[in-house]
């Protein structure tokens, strides 16, 4: 029997940690492998890790055929709705699997600019999944965690990806992290789980000191207003505009610590993965 893997299709599937290899290899090993493995032709669609085990036990299999797709898009769909559907999938790939699924419905459905460009007494059609929100409920997570996933997957290094991936950091802390420049997220990643939340609590911390507080609107005098001298803000107001512009100073002089700070941060980074 000829069984093709197809590298894109297989990407769908998470792997298994070593614990969850080992509980599947047992099981196979006891119990010989039950359920049939899923084929499109003589594509595997289901069942990736139990052909990889039997394969190497030399264990019996089934297999059955699914002769619903038209298409490998059809095949790609149907196996994203099967992943999201199961509890085991991690927050980060079933964000993934749905952003995916965003992709292959838009490049599915026809592009009209408006209305007019639509066929005669038809709508333009709204694409499925056009929006974070729509992505967010086929994932079952946030919106905000959906565009935390699209910052990973558009700046996070290899490496960082494998850490949220693999649960070291969470989705919130990774985007954070990836931020940095490639060669920092390296090396935060080289330093652990430790050094990875450092180096997001440092980020979070410099942007906060960073963000300029909004300067108190002083109270307009109308000319209408007669100039008694005993409006308690008549005197007060001058001082407090002064108080706030020191404070702001002493933020801007935070700020430049912070930096600083973060720098010795970068250092520090490449001294541990030196002495490691």
Same mark, same amino acid.
């Not at 099967?82 to 292959?104: C, P, T, W, Y």
């Not at 709204?126 to 967010?136: D, G, I, L, N, Y």
């Not at 789980?193 to 109308?222: D, F, G, W, Y």
């Given at each position: 029997m000829t069984i093709i893997i197809n590298e894109v299709l297989q990407s769908y599937v998470d792997p298994l940690t070593d614990s969850e290899y080992a509980a599947l290899e047992r099981s196979l090993l006891a119990e010989g492998c039950r359920d049939a493995l899923v084929l499109w032709n003589d594509v595997l669609i289901d069942g990736h890790n139990r052909y990889a085990i039997c394969r190497k036990h030399h264990i019996d299999f089934r297999t059955i055929q699914n002769t619903s797709f038209e298409s490998l898009d059809d095949v790609m769909l149907w196996m994203i709705d099967n992943h999201l559907a199961r509890r085991s999938v991690s927050d980060f790939q079933r964000g993934v699997l749905a952003l995916r699924k965003k992709e292959i419905v838009a490049a599915r459905t026809p592009a009209f600019a408006s209305d007019a460009d639509a066929p005669e007494g038809e709508s333009a059609p709204k694409p499925a999944m056009s929006t974070?929100?729509?992505?967010? %409920? /086929? /994932?079952?997570?946030?919106?905000? +965690?959906?565009?935390?996933?699209?910052?990973? +997957?558009? &700046?996070?290094?290899?490496?960082?990806?494998? *850490?949220?991936?693999?649960?070291?950091?969470?989705?919130?802390?990774? &985007?954070?992290?990836?931020?940095?420049? +490639?060669?920092? +997220? $390296? &090396? *935060? $990643? &080289?330093?652990?789980? %430790?050094?990875?939340r450092q180096a997001a609590k440092e980020i979070r911390e410099q942007r906060a000191a960073t963000r300029t507080p909004r300067e108190p609107k002083v109270p307009h005098v109308s000319q209408d207003t007669p100039e008694t001298g005993s409006e308690p803000w008549a005197e007060q107001a001058p001082s407090e505009v002064e108080r706030l512009r020191g404070e702001l100073a002493s933020m801007k002089q935070r700020v430049a610590q912070l930096q600083a700070e973060n720098v010795e941060l970068s250092q520090r980074i490449a001294a541990l993965i030196d002495g490691s």
């Amino acid at each position: 029997m000829t069984i093709i893997i197809n590298e894109v299709l297989q990407s769908y599937v998470d792997p298994l940690t070593d614990s969850e290899y080992a509980a599947l290899e047992r099981s196979l090993l006891a119990e010989g492998c039950r359920d049939a493995l899923v084929l499109w032709n003589d594509v595997l669609i289901d069942g990736h890790n139990r052909y990889a085990i039997c394969r190497k036990h030399h264990i019996d299999f089934r297999t059955i055929q699914n002769t619903s797709f038209e298409s490998l898009d059809d095949v790609m769909l149907w196996m994203i709705d099967n992943h999201l559907a199961r509890r085991s999938v991690s927050d980060f790939q079933r964000g993934v699997l749905a952003l995916r699924k965003k992709e292959i419905v838009a490049a599915r459905t026809p592009a009209f600019a408006s209305d007019a460009d639509a066929p005669e007494g038809e709508s333009a059609p709204k694409p499925a999944m056009s929006t974070r929100e729509e992505v967010a %409920k /086929a /994932a079952r997570l946030s919106s905000n +965690q959906i565009s935390q996933i699209e910052k990973i +997957q558009k &700046a996070a290094t290899p490496e960082l990806v494998e *850490a949220v991936r693999s649960g070291t950091i969470s989705i919130n802390a990774a &985007a954070t992290v990836a931020s940095l420049p +490639q060669e920092e +997220q $390296v &090396a *935060a $990643v &080289a330093g652990g789980k %430790k050094l990875l939340r450092q180096a997001a609590k440092e980020i979070r911390e410099q942007r906060a000191a960073t963000r300029t507080p909004r300067e108190p609107k002083v109270p307009h005098v109308s000319q209408d207003t007669p100039e008694t001298g005993s409006e308690p803000w008549a005197e007060q107001a001058p001082s407090e505009v002064e108080r706030l512009r020191g404070e702001l100073a002493s933020m801007k002089q935070r700020v430049a610590q912070l930096q600083a700070e973060n720098v010795e941060l970068s250092q520090r980074i490449a001294a541990l993965i030196d002495g490691s």
